[in-house]
Nanobody, 124 residues
Framework: QVQLVESGGGLVQAGGSLRLSCAASGRTFSSYTMGWFRQAPGKEREFVAAISRSGGSTHYADSVKGRFTISRDNDQNTVYLQMNSLKPEDTAVYYC?????????????????WGQGTQVTVSS
């Protein structure tokens, strides 16, 4: 079983920055495509960003493109989400996810493992 643990969330003012981390267990981290999703109260979980196994390819939701950057360190079994120019609408619980043999980076059902989430709150 792959275990994912997010950290780095918190309260920040609009325009500020946060960096989220997701630590993964196991020795097969590099075999997984990693993604970040978020879910606000009363809303569906939505795709934020994804990164390929080697880190050579990244994908972003239009709402965060140019502001967020996903990266990974396979030696540390960790994926990151650098969030800049944060907006109140970015407020959500952020989840990292891992999947193999993906056909669509932004599809939730393409990911097999999920973390517990970390809260990000952006005030105006």
């Amino acid at each position: 079983q792959v275990q994912l643990v997010e950290s780095g969330g918190g309260l920040v003012q609009a325009g500020g920055s946060l960096r989220l981390s997701c630590a993964a267990s196991g020795r097969t981290f590099s075999s997984y495509t990693m993604g970040w999703f978020r879910q606000a109260p009363g809303k569906e979980r939505e795709f934020v960003a994804a990164i390929s196994r080697s880190g050579g390819s990244t994908h972003y939701a239009d709402s965060v493109k140019g502001r967020f950057t996903i990266s990974r360190d396979n030696d540390q079994n960790t994926v990151y989400l650098q969030m800049n120019s944060l907006k109140p609408e970015d407020t959500a619980v952020y989840y990292c996810a891992a999947g193999r043999f993906l056909t669509t980076y932004g599809a939730r059902n393409n990911y097999n493992y999920w973390g517990q989430g970390t809260q990000v709150t952006v005030s105006s």
